[in-house]
Structure formats: C-alpha cells, structure tokens
C-alpha cells in the first residue's frame, strides 16, 4: 500500500476524475490501479477564482515498490504509515482481584476521558471522578442559564461537567502538536465509535458541534464502564492524600467534598483550565505549580456570509466549502501579538463563567455551522510579568488566577450585573466611543449584551493591540472591520494560567503518583490534543502499576492492536 499526497481536483469534479487523476499522477494505467481510498480532504483557497480539493489516498497498485522507486525523490508518493494504535501493556485478568489498586482519574474531560478509557482497554478497571453533572443533566443546567429559566450554577456550567469545557464548543479535532505514534488517530477513531461522523477520520479540519459532542461523551461514558471502569458524577475532589517517606512525597488517595476518602498510587489529574479551587488546594499542599501564558481578549462576531464572501468569493455557497474559517496573526507596535482564536463558523458566542460574579465568553457551533454569525475571539498574549501584580507577593503562580478574576468581574459590572456581557460595535470600538445598541449584526451571546464602551473591559495594551489589529486584518479578509460587527467581553480562558511541572514519566516532579495532564496541568490547548495527553498518561500508568504488582511478567504489546 502506498500513499498519494496533495492530489489536486477542481471543486466541481466527478468521482471518476478522482481515479483519473490518479492514473496521471503515476502514469500508470487502469489496470494496475487495484484499490484506493481518501484518507485526507483538505480545500486549498489561495486562490478564489480557483478554488481545488486536496485529496490525500492509500492506494493498492501492481509492482508497488518499483513505483516508490520511480518516485523516490517525490515527497508526496511514499509507503502508507501504519496509523494503527499500539497497546503499550495489558493488565493481568482480572485487574483488582489480588488486591491491586485501581487508578483514579480525576475530571471527565476529553484528557479525562481518554485516560480512563485506555485504562479501561488495558484491563486497569479506573475510577473517574467528576465535580460536575452528566451531560443530559449538565446541558440543561447550562442552556437554562443561558435562557434566562436556570441559576447560575458553579459546578455546573459550560467549563464543569461531563465533557469538560470542550462540550459546548464548536468541537474542533486537529492540532498542531507533533504525533509521530498517531494517537491522534486513535482518538478520531474512538470518537467514531461513540457516534462522531465518520468525516471526521478524512477532512483535514474535522469538528463535532455541540449536541454531537454531548452524544459522543456518552459513548465514552459506556464504552469506559462497559470494560470494567467506573465513571462517578457530582464526586468534587477536595484535597489529595499524600504521605511522606524516605523517598520524598507520594500520592496515596484523595478526598472527596463529602468526607470520603479513596486509596490509590495512581491518581491522573485531568482537572481542566478553569478548576481554580484545585490549584489552589494543590498550591497549598506543595504541589509543583507555575505560572504559565495565556491570552485574554474579545470575541467578535460578523455575518457568515461576509467571511464566506472573503474567503471563497463566487464560490461562496459551495456545499463541500461549508461555512467559511479563518486564522488571522497581527503583530501590533506596542510589542503585543493579537490573533484570532477559536473560530466559530456559523456559530453563537456564550457565557462560560464558572464562578459567580463574572463573565466569561465563549464560541460554539453546531455540526451544521448554520447560524446566521461567524464568531472567534480576538486575543493577545499575557505573560507571568503581566500577572505578577495580581498575585499574592513574589512569584505566586496562582497570579495569572488572579488576573482572569479580576477583568471577568470587570466585565460582569460592566454587563450590568446580572450575567449579561459588555459589547460594542466594531466602528464604535475603534473611535474610541461608547455604543448605544446593536447596528446590522445582532450579538448571539446568550445570557445577553448591554452595550457600552469595551476600552476599559482589559488591560490597555490588549486593547490597543486589538485596536490595531482589526484594520489590519481588513487587509486580509474584506469586510472584517465593518462598523456594525460586534465585539463581546470578555474571553479569558484561552488555556490554563498555571502548568504542573512533570518529569518523562509523566508524574510531578515533586509528588510521586500524581499524573497533571490536559489542558489544566498546561500540556494541551483543545480537544485532540488534551486526548492524546491523556492516551500518553494513561499509558504511563499502565506500565508503572504492571511493573509494580507484576515485576516479573511481560509488559510490551504482545497482544499487538487495539
């Protein structure tokens, strides 16, 4: 089997030019051609007026090694990878009856949830522990205080529950993180079956939607209890059981907000970016923290059309082109980079507080994209120097905490008190001038938005680096700087404020046992690559709990593929 890269067709093309095309790309002729299949669709609009699909195939052909040597020096025709999924360790059956401990993981977020089901795969039979709700219950609690018919609830919301805060999101699948092993692979394919559309495992930048998303969690769920495992709601870790020995400090259980207390020598901590109470607890009980960067900034929103417009021109409307994205970089002359994140195509922007007394923005679409807005946060880079001064006295690594705390209190006043969001028009925004209401782009943001003036709603230097960047950007995408878009405020959870430092075991440096991974230790930055985290920890902790119990059994991959 070989593998055909950056096979280039019109947009409009038939399914036989497909074959055809391939037939040329190796001047071969039909007949040595004996299969193929489309790993890879990705859509290349450098040029508008030519717009192509770039297809990527596995191909069966006759004398398959006199062909890659033919094209030796062609980068693109080279021998298929073996992208199937190597289990590192199995545990002894059945896993627990000798007295073994179970694993715990704590937080079902994606990192969570893929720790706990690799464990599971493995035979390890973990324990996972969630603060918040199960989805059904969870998503209710969440879009009824988005409509106004639910209290905010703190345990609760749109960053707590099952799912974590991936759950109400536009579900995004790609990462630019290096993955030689093709974990990420393995997470599509899990995803598919938990009832994720196959699409995802061949576009180039695959997404779920939210209500997708909260049906491929519970897939998780079952497939993760199903192989042994079990999955507690409403169970908030309160503080870890450490004890301290020759060797230094070491996990050995944790406790519960209830007062009950688990045993374990293995805990995975996939708590996710906005679990505060924890680092707090984690701080004060010694754990390794640090500071670490991040981003702050506004979410704005203009009319999908507009940003199909720019970005496929005549070809807007296409039904393989779907709603148009973007990803826009600007570097400001006061130092400060601002740049789209987290873009939303025909989506809605969502208030993703955790705590009471704030506001905190997010974007989310549906599979279908078909919301009348695109969205994406406009953001700028913030370091620990810029955190410092919120801190509590030198070097505090909770400062960048702090920080967050501060502007989503500042945007909560600024919104009224009452949950809902800051806003301003882009044209407004831009003189520097207060608005009054909403021009041709309605906000979708969902408690609602009180307009006003934004230039107070961030530091300074975000705000100016953000005044700078949007005419930029104009030049980029025409329309971007329409004087009717909407900006909202205030989005803070870019990633984690803070980072666990771990060794090449995976475990903190200073407490044995403990696993920080996902996007809350700092070692992830969105669903694939929190995913993978947690495969690559849960593997970590297999082999760790098979060498200790099972010092002289075989521990590689015998049982090869899962």
Not at 126 to 136: C, D, Q, S, W, Y
Not at 178 to 193: C, N
Request: include cysteine.
């Amino acid at each position: 089997m070989l593998r055909l890269n950056a096979l280039k067709l019109p947009l409009d093309h038939d399914d036989d030019a497909l074959v055809a095309a391939v037939l040329r790309r190796l001047r071969i002729p039909a007949t040595d051609l004996l299969s193929h299949r489309v790993v890879k669709r990705s859509i290349d609009a450098r040029k508008r007026q030519a717009i192509q699909l770039s297809y990527g195939l596995d191909l069966e052909v006759k004398g398959e090694a006199a062909l890659l040597r033919r094209f030796s020096g062609d980068p693109q025709v080279q021998p298929s990878p073996d992208m199937r999924y190597q289990t590192v360790t199995r545990a002894p059956e059945p896993w627990g009856t000798g007295g073994e401990p179970r694993p715990i993981v704590v937080g079902a977020g994606p990192c969570g949830y893929f720790a706990a089901l690799l464990l599971a795969q493995m035979g390890f039979r973990p324990l996972l522990l969630e603060r918040g709700k199960a989805v059904k219950d969870r998503t209710a609690d969440t879009f009824g205080f988005w409509r106004g018919t639910r209290a905010f609830d703190p345990d609760s919301n749109a960053q707590f529950g099952e799912g974590g805060a991936g759950t109400f999101s536009d579900g995004k699948l790609y990462s630019q993180v290096s993955d030689p092993r093709h974990i990420g692979r393995k997470v599509l394919e899990e995803l598919v079956a938990c009832g994720a559309h196959p699409e995802i495992l061949t576009l180039h930048r695959p997404h779920i939607g939210t209500f997708k998303l909260a049906t491929v969690v519970r897939g998780l769920r079952s497939r993760i209890e199903a192989l042994g495992g079990e999955v507690r709601f409403l169970s908030r870790v309160e503080r870890l059981l450490i004890e301290a020995d020759g060797e230094g400090r070491r996990v050995v259980g944790v406790r519960l907000s209830d007062g009950s207390e688990l045993a374990a020598e293995q805990v995975v901590l996939a708590i996710g970016h906005s679990a505060r109470d924890t680092f707090a607890t984690l701080l004060e009980q010694g754990v390794a923290l640090e500071p670490k960067p991040f981003a702050v900034g506004l979410r704005l929103e203009h009319p999908q059309a507009l940003i199909d417009q720019a970005r496929w021109g005549a070809c807007a409307g296409h039904p393989l082109l779907g709603a148009a994205e973007y990803k826009l970089v600007h570097h400001a002359s006061n130092g400060r980079t601002a740049y789209s994140f987290c873009m939303c195509p025909g989506g809605l922007v969502v208030g993703a507080a955790s705590e009471l007394g704030g506001v905190v923005t997010n974007g989310m679409s549906q599979h279908s994209r078909n919301e009348r807005n695109a969205n994406s946060a406009i953001v700028v880079g913030i370091t620990p120097d810029d955190v410092a001064p919120f801190g509590n006295g030198p070097g505090d690594p909770l400062a960048g905490v702090a920080f967050q705390r501060h502007w989503e209190a500042k945007a909560f006043a600024l919104g009224g008190g009452n949950y809902q969001a800051p806003g301003q028009r882009l044209g407004d925004f831009l003189r520097g001038q207060p608005s009054a209401e909403a021009g041709a782009v309605q906000p979708s943001y969902a408690p609602g938005v009180r307009f006003t003036d934004l230039g107070e709603s961030l530091p300074g230097e975000v705000i100016a680096a953000i005044r700078e960047a949007l005419p930029a950007f104009e030049r980029r995408l025409p329309g971007f700087a329409m004087a009717d878009a909407v900006l909202t405020g205030v989005e803070t959870r870019t990633s984690s404020p803070v980072r666990l430092p771990r060794g090449e075991t995976f475990e903190s440096t200073n407490t044995a046992g403990l696993y920080p991974a996902g996007e809350g230790a700092g070692y992830a930055g969105g669903i694939l690559s929190a995913a993978m985290d947690g495969i690559e920890v849960a593997e970590a902790v297999a082999l760790t709990l098979r060498r200790r119990h099972f010092p002289g059994g075989p521990a590689g991959s015998a049982c090869g593929p899962a």
